[in-house]
């Protein structure tokens, strides 16, 4: 018989070893199934900044315009502390996020929370589920998002690799739209007086407007490229009030995803993106270092009546010279301008939509729902409201703009919408009678009634859990025909059709894309057209859904989605958090 003697270091060895092993094992499976926890920290301070030869106090997160940059994992846990330490309340949204069980995350000002009052604070906490790309974050109250946004990126899990070549460098450009007055107070005088808001007076690449500006040369934002290398652009449009043009000279752009859904590439010169989009493009620099710099312009797609910012703003793409090619001819060398479309071109902006289509593969499938429980039919547009009496209005017979969906102009409530739901007091806060179709039929997109008189009130419409849901959206000629771009919180949703006039529903179906239909959170609804869509109702909340044009969300292009619990444990909202801000 072998004595066996085992010292203390090789029980203490064998000890590590097991627990290495067991370490190693639930590092792997956790790696595969769940991500990790980062946090941030978000202070709300003012900060002085000079654009356009002035300086202004503008509210910031941290201090930074634009804001900082959000990275994680598909997976990963988010939680964010946002600290208010200005004088405005303040919600922050995190544009295109699923929110899955977690709507009291979600952002919207008296829809899913209160505000953050001044010297509050509130932590936004939330997973990444199934989704990856890119999205970006703002403020959802008021007109605060002028200043207050940045982009979000959520990478691949680890060791999951692109569907497109990967690139040698990703840039996210932020496209935003400045004022030289201050914001709140240009929103709160046109609400106080019936008026349309003053237009901006630039709008901007990264925070900055561009060389076609007065003082702004130094203002310009400058990509620096290697030759031959391939580079993701991550374009975000976080402007307030328009839709935006952008091309980059002399280059072809090769767009790969969507709201942070991969779509099937497409090779296109112009990118149209709405205010609340984000696309994903590759930029595959020329193979031989050319002596020209190359103009990153952007301006907009307007599409309405009212006077809008024509301005460009220009960034500029500059190739890395070699050692031996002398500095100054690089800094003479000229600069190629890229061609834009013509403000109001609604057919290359159709063409363009048209031309995103899901990936619809094994990996990533366009789960289109198929069936569908119930139908909707929304104009979109605008109309007139009367002003309260000790009001004087710019309007005829004291009346302003407004704006609605199905002739109901959305009445902000006083409390959260989600609270009132979850605690079952929706009595004088909302009503769930919202709709399923315009109030009286007419000719959308021809001449409009003679009334233009919209209702207001705070209506919903309530879901049960798992209904797929198709939503026919018209645009209406009432006030002038305009593009719409309509942001759902909560969800994707599929886009399958578009078109341009009214919306046949004997003819129109047959032409839906049920197979690859792009998927997004933002579509534009086509000046003087419409757009289909198709949603499954699986995640219970309360789910805003309005115009991200901020002055017709201003105008009560608004409405919102209850969708109650299901049956199960995982189909029901938790309870809301211990911090949650009070009204």
């Not at 997976?75 to 330490?85: A, E, S």
């Not at 990936?359 to 289109?368: G, I, S």
């Not at 179906?509 to 699986?538: C, M, Q, S």
Request: aromatic share 10%; glycine share 6%.
């Amino acid at each position: 018989m072998v004595s066996l003697v085992l010292t203390s270091s090789d029980i203490l060895r064998a000890l590590f070893l097991a627990l290495s092993v067991v370490w190693l094992l639930s590092d792997l499976a956790f790696a595969k199934h769940a991500g990790i926890t980062r946090h941030y920290k978000f202070d709300i301070k003012m900060q002085s900044v000079t654009r356009l030869c002035q300086t202004k106090n503008i509210v910031t997160v941290n201090g930074q315009f634009p804001g900082p940059r959000i990275i994680a994992r598909e997976g990963d846990r988010l939680l964010i502390k946002v600290v208010n330490h200005v004088k405005y309340n303040v919600t922050i949204h995190w544009h295109g996020i699923r929110q899955i069980r977690s709507g009291w995350a979600d952002g919207p000002a008296y829809v899913t929370q209160c505000p953050i009052q001044t010297g509050q604070s509130y932590v936004y906490n939330f997973t990444l589920t199934g989704q990856r790309g890119t999205l970006f974050w703002h403020a959802h109250i008021s007109w605060l998002r002028a200043t207050l946004y940045g982009p979000i990126v959520i990478l691949p899990k680890k060791h999951a690799s692109y569907p497109f070549p990967h690139p040698y460098k990703e840039v996210p450009i932020v496209f935003g739209e400045w004022w030289k007055a201050d914001t709140e107070t240009i929103i709160n005088q046109a609400m106080a007086t019936g008026g349309a808001p003053n237009i901006s007076d630039a709008f901007t690449i990264n925070g900055l407007p561009g060389p076609s500006h007065n003082c702004s040369a130094k203002d310009t934002f400058k990509l620096k490229v290697k030759a031959g290398k391939t580079y993701l652009l991550r374009l975000v449009n976080a402007a307030l009030n328009d839709e935006l043009f952008f091309r980059v000279a002399n280059h072809t752009l090769t767009v790969v995803e969507a709201d942070a859904v991969y779509v099937k590439p497409f090779k296109t010169d112009i990118v149209l993106i709405t205010p609340g989009q984000t696309t994903n493009v590759l930029l595959r620099a020329k193979s031989k270092t050319p002596s020209a710099k190359f103009a990153m312009s952007a301006r907009p797609y307007a599409t309405g009546p009212a006077t809008f910012d024509n301005t460009t703003t220009i960034g500029i793409l500059e190739y890395e010279k070699s050692a031996s090619a002398s500095k100054s001819n690089h800094k003479n060398s000229p600069l190629l301008k890229a061609k834009l479309p013509q403000f109001n071109d609604s057919s290359y902006a159709m063409k363009f939509q048209r031309k995103f289509r899901s990936l619809a593969t094994a990996k990533f499938p366009a789960k289109v729902p198929k069936n569908v429980d119930r139908r909707f039919f929304f104009t979109v547009g605008l109309g007139i409201l009367p002003c309260s009496k000790n009001q004087t209005c710019q309007g005829p017979n004291n009346t302003r703009p407004a704006a609605a969906v199905n002739n109901v102009s959305f009445v902000q409530p006083n409390i959260a919408l989600l609270q009132a739901h979850f605690f079952n007091k929706s009595k004088g806060v909302y009503t769930t009678n919202f709709p399923t179709n315009p109030p009286f039929k007419f000719n959308y997109t021809g001449t409009p009634p003679k009334n233009i008189m919209l209702s207001s009130g705070t209506k919903v419409v309530a879901l049960a859990f798992n209904t797929s849901v198709e939503l026919v959206m018209q645009d209406t000629s009432i006030l002038g025909a305009e593009s719409h771009p309509l942001h759902l919180h909560g969800f994707n949703f599929f886009v399958l059709g578009q078109g341009v006039g009214n919306f046949d529903p004997k003819k129109d179906p047959a032409k839906f894309n049920l197979v690859d239909p792009a998927e997004r959170n933002t579509i534009g609804v086509p000046a003087g057209g419409w757009v289909a869509i198709r949603f499954l109702a699986d995640n219970p909340g309360v789910w805003f859904m309005h115009c991200h044009l901020e002055v017709h969300t201003s105008w009560g292009l608004k409405m919102a989605w209850v969708v109650n619990d299901g049956k199960g444990r995982k189909q029901k909202l938790p309870p809301p958090p211990a911090d949650l801000p009070k009204c």
